[in-house]
């Protein structure tokens, strides 16, 4: 039984697989498994975000945050770029003023 170990309980555990001959290897590998079953064997990574990307995801995290709709952001995005600022200086100047 290539690929696969046992555990203790006698239940078998998949062993994830050192090296792929191919991207489709890697894609059907990854089609038929699941990441949650392999945690214990990943290494952790540093990323490295552009800084343009990175302020846009912490845009969307204030969205989520204050549970805005699609619509609200875009209605939000069209008034910042109207004043000629980006939207989390519009929130917050918003916020600091009704507060």
């Not at 792929?20 to 975000?49: C, G, H, P, R």
């Not at 969205?63 to 995005?77: K, M, N």
């Not at 008034?79 to 929130?91: H, Y």
């Amino acid at each position: 039984m290539r690929g696969v170990i046992f555990t203790f309980e006698g239940m078998p555990e998949n062993k994830l697989p050192e090296e792929f001959k191919s991207i489709a290897e890697i894609q059907n590998f990854w089609d038929t498994n699941s990441s949650a079953d392999y945690w214990d064997e990943m290494e952790d990574v540093d990323l490295q975000l552009s800084p343009a990307l990175q302020a846009k995801l912490e845009l969307k995290k204030l969205y989520r945050l204050l549970s805005l709709s699609s619509e609200q952001v875009a209605t939000i995005e069209s008034k910042a770029k109207i004043a000629k600022t980006n939207s989390k200086e519009l929130i917050s100047t918003w916020v600091l003023e009704h507060v």
